[in-house]
């Protein structure tokens, strides 16, 4: 027989592609990625009404790197984890829950392919956002300090892409445990909004211990970054009546904070697909 | 090697409910097999299984010889499936998503857009081909799932009740479809005895979890439908009575029944007649006989083997 059979299977890797591929036109035409986009540019737009017309200290009196610390460095994180939360969230619980997956999934393709395919889709579209907010931020920076974008600006840009790699891997992997969509997405900002944080608190000021453990204290370097000189790795504080008490913090240095990254992007992306790889669609 | 689909002692469990219990199954060439039983006997469950949406609990399922559980890309090679009601990314149009299954399923690029445009043709969605199908009503949906079906040239088919959804016109549209598909092994559910009986020339029963019968239709209807043949008998006319006597007294003929205003079920001798015989014999009547099937015999059948398993 002539038929498909006999053909050559498509690669993996071309599967990938056009998973991406579609995915990617899914999310370009769809809601979400404009909301998405609405939120950034309102941030942006805030943020430079206030500093145009307030000139709150810190932002334009410190320097180009006081500026892009005090703009870019504390907000970065919040994007990185909503558009991750946003595109990752429901990647794959979607799928369930929407039933899109009964029209993709029983096809001769693996879920592998599937899974890394919305990866690098999700990755796109959360990019764009970051990107819209960093040309935002170096806009307002370039009016303020033209002809000045320090360098740590750059690699503070590389360690929250990074950094969205990881939270990424985290939201597919939440996106991979849960049956719910809305639930998946809730999660994903709660856990990398909230709950790291609190872990980090609570281990450095609580327990006196490194939280070497926490995505958002790996993070930490996307605006240690911009401070010069680098906070040092632990500070002591003295304090209470004859300096009694002390107060512990830490600051990953550039190496462990990547490492954390990369170790969180690995592991997560790992246990998310291999979740995925079991999760059945009944229902 | 001709097509085929197998299932080997194949149980699904969900919790302390089996929903599929030691299916054993093996379906071999070019045919239609419908895959009959009531709601919740099982079908979806082990259609499931065959193409790597869930998992069996025990057992192996076989698609062209290949375990779909231990390489589903492989199995699936030249098998097209559509599982209860898909949903399709609603940002796409149906072009867009049909050229998504094209590529995925390695249809040679020049031949794609071709094949899309056939497809939508057979299912009647051309005019909506490049609107999003985020909008599209359930029916219009499960017309592109339909054509989803017939993208790529598969060996093998595997069709979950495909007209659920449908109105009564896209039913019969995809009874048209299906039947058109008898060059390959088709394997479609369905809960409707008629459907089966329209396009297939193999039936398998299943009723809580377990497989009750597989064989020819006609063998189905002989073994379990209290003995005898029997057949559905339409005309262009309503049936009166005069016309029924006429049927009945027709050489061995043992009975006849109206089943609507325009159709009968005849029984016959097995012994006597063949179904090629009582079809001739019925259309030397001239009374206006437009159709001929095998329904009411599988009915009979169908209702003595799910009642005892009840
Ligand atoms: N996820 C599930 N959890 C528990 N029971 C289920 C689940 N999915 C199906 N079932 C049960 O399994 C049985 C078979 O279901 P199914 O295969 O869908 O039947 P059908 O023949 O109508 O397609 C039904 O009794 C159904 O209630
Ligand atoms: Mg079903």
């Known amino acids: ?283 | 090697m001709p097509p085929s689909i197998e299932a080997r002692q194949l149980t699904k469990r969900y919790g302390q409910f089996t929903a599929l219990s030691g299916l054993d199954l093996s379906i071999q060439g070019a045919k239609c097999v419908g895959f009959l039983g009531p709601n919740g006997a099982g079908k979806t469950t082990t259609m499931k299984i065959l193409t790597g949406l869930i998992r069996a609990t025990k057992g192996t399922a076989l698609i062209n010889g290949v375990d779909v559980a231990s390489d589903k890309k492989a199995a699936l090679a030249s098998c097209a499936t559509l599982i209860e009601t898909p949903e399709i990314y609603p940002a796409l149009t149906p072009k867009e998503a049909l050229s998504m299954l094209c590529e995925i399923r390695g249809v040679p690029r020049q031949d794609k857009n071709k094949r899309i445009d056939d497809a939508l043709a057979r299912v009647k969605m051309s005019e909506w081909a490049d609107k999003k199908v985020g909008g599209f009503s359930k029916g219009m949906k499960q017309r592109v799932n339909v054509a989803s079906t017939l993208l790529s040239d598969p060996e093998v088919i595997i069709l979950d009740e495909p007209s659920s959804g449908l109105d009564p016109r896209g039913m019969s549209e995809v009874r048209d479809i299906v039947t058109s598909l008898r060059d390959r092994l088709v394997f479609m559910s369905s809960h409707l005895l008629a459907e089966v009986t329209e396009v297939c020339q193999e039936v398998a029963m299943i009723d809580h979890g377990k497989l009750l019968v597989y064989d020819t239709i006609e063998n189905v209807t002989a073994k379990f439908a209290g003995g005898g043949g029997a057949a559905e008998v339409g005309f262009a006319g309503n049936v009166d009575e005069q016309l029924r006597v006429r049927v009945s007294k027709l050489p061995g003929v043992t009975s006849t029944t109206k089943s609507n205003d325009r159709h009968l079920i005849v029984k016959y001798d097995t012994a006597v007649l063949t179904q090629d015989k009582l079809l001739e014999s019925v259309a030397g009547l001239k009374a206006g006989a437009i159709t001929f099937s095998q329904a009411s015999g599988l009915e009979d059948a169908y209702l003595s083997l799910i009642k005892e398993t009840l």
């Open chain 1, 1 to 283: 027989m002539s038929r498909e059979g006999s053909k050559a299977a498509v690669g993996s890797l071309v599967h990938v592609g056009i998973a991406a591929k579609y995915n990617f036109l899914n999310y370009f035409r769809a809601r979400r990625f404009y909301v998405m986009l609405a939120i950034i540019l309102i941030i942006a737009g805030l943020l430079t009404a206030l500093v145009g017309y307030y000139r709150p200290p810190g932002f334009v009196d410190g320097g180009a790197l006081g500026f892009y610390g005090a703009g870019w460095g504390s907000f970065a994180s919040i994007v990185v984890v909503l558009s991750a939360a946003f595109f990752g969230g429901d990647a794959i619980s979607g799928e369930f829950q929407n039933r899109t997956g009964y029209f993709l999934v029983p096809n001769p393709i693996r879920r592998s392919a599937i899974y890394v395919g919305k990866w690098l889709a999700a990755l796109t579209a959360s990019t764009i956002i970051l990107a819209v907010f960093a040309l935002a931020m170096l806009a307002n920076g370039l009016f303020y300090f033209p002809g000045n974008v320090p360098w740590e600006f750059v690699e503070s840009f590389a360690f929250a892409w990074v950094y969205l790699v990881a939270a990424m891997s985290l939201a597919f992997a939440f996106s991979s445990l849960f049956k719910s969509s809305s639930i998946s997405v809730l999660m994903s900002v709660i856990l990398l909004l909230f709950v790291f944080s609190v872990i980090d608190t609570v281990s450095s000021l609580v327990a006196g211990i490194e939280p070497w453990f926490s995505l958002t204290y790996g993070a930490g370097i996307v605006s240690n970054i911009l401070n010069v000189p680098y906070p040092a790795a632990k500070t002591v504080t003295p304090f209470g009546p004859g300096g009694r008490f002390t107060v512990v913090s830490y600051n990953a240095t550039v190496p462990e904070g990547l490492l954390i990254l990369l170790v969180y992007l690995v592991v997560m992306a790992v246990l998310g697909l291999v979740l995925f790889e079991r999760k059945e669609f009944t229902s």
